[in-house]
């Protein structure tokens, strides 16, 4: 029962063109969501985060959305460069659950120039 | 960057060896994670502590056990290796406070394959 999804695999774009990384949930118990970045060999690294109280925030060219609703959330990297090729994961908690984290399948964004 | 060691980064075991990972930490956070790694899946919780010698278990801890002597210290073992716990083991730390989330720091990872 995977309660955390990111549907696509993977996901080419432009150089300078939006990214848009989706990430859908099943648990109403969630109410923290984050998007972490992975390189190969490397440990996956926290880029930003947002709580169910939000709907959208945004860091520099990362902006996450939040659609409660529709139990969905949404990563947009603009301009799109290509040091932004990595894999992406989405990950949600619940609030007393002691910090722990349900990650979806991850999605590989690749940028060509 | 958040002070997470993982040892080793890689190795190589045979089937019904026990074998230990060992994460350390310089930050002095009060939770520890030990997730896996494996395509098609993210990455999912093994086993986690909130203390010292105060651990609890995660999605996929069949086969895992963990222990925190100290709280610098976060040991993942395979009592008896199998093939299907070759991945990639990733140990995180979180200053989780209670009733507010916040983000986990991962480490390195380490490769572990099973033959």
Excluded at chain 1, 14 to 36: A, K, V
Excluded at chain 1, 52 to 74: P, Q, W
Excluded at chain 1, 83 to 103: E, P, R, T
Excluded at chain 2, 17 to 31: A, G, I, K, M, S
Aim: with cysteine.
């Amino acid at each position: 029962d995977q309660q955390v999804k990111q549907n696509s695999p993977s996901l080419s774009v432009q150089e300078g063109r939006i990214s848009i990384l989706n990430c859908d949930y099943t648990n109403s118990m969630f109410d923290y969501f984050l998007w972490y970045k992975k390189y190969p060999a490397e440990g996956p690294t926290f880029l930003i985060s947002i709580s169910s109280i939000k709907d959208k925030n945004e860091d520099g060219r990362f902006t996450v959305f939040l659609n409660k609703s529709a139990k969905h959330l949404s990563l947009h990297i603009v301009p799109s460069q290509p040091g932004d090729s990595a894999v992406y994961f989405c990950a949600a908690s619940a609030n007393n659950q002691g910090g722990k984290l349900i990650f979806g399948q991850g999605t590989e964004l690749s940028v060509k120039p | 960057d958040a002070g997470i060691t993982q040892s080793p980064r890689h190795k190589v075991t045979e089937t019904g060896t026990p074998v230990t990972l060992r994460c350390h930490q310089t930050e002095n956070h009060r939770y520890m994670y030990w997730y896996r790694q494996d395509p098609g899946h993210g990455l999912r919780l093994i086993h986690y502590s909130y203390g010292v010698k105060d651990t609890d278990k995660g999605e996929v801890s069949d086969g895992y056990s963990v222990s925190r002597s100290k709280t610098e210290d976060f040991l993942l073992t395979l009592e008896s290796a199998t093939s299907s716990q070759t991945s990639v083991y990733f140990c995180a730390i979180s200053d989780y406070l209670g009733r507010m989330n916040t983000e986990a720091f991962f480490g390195q990872g380490t490769r572990l394959t099973v033959v």
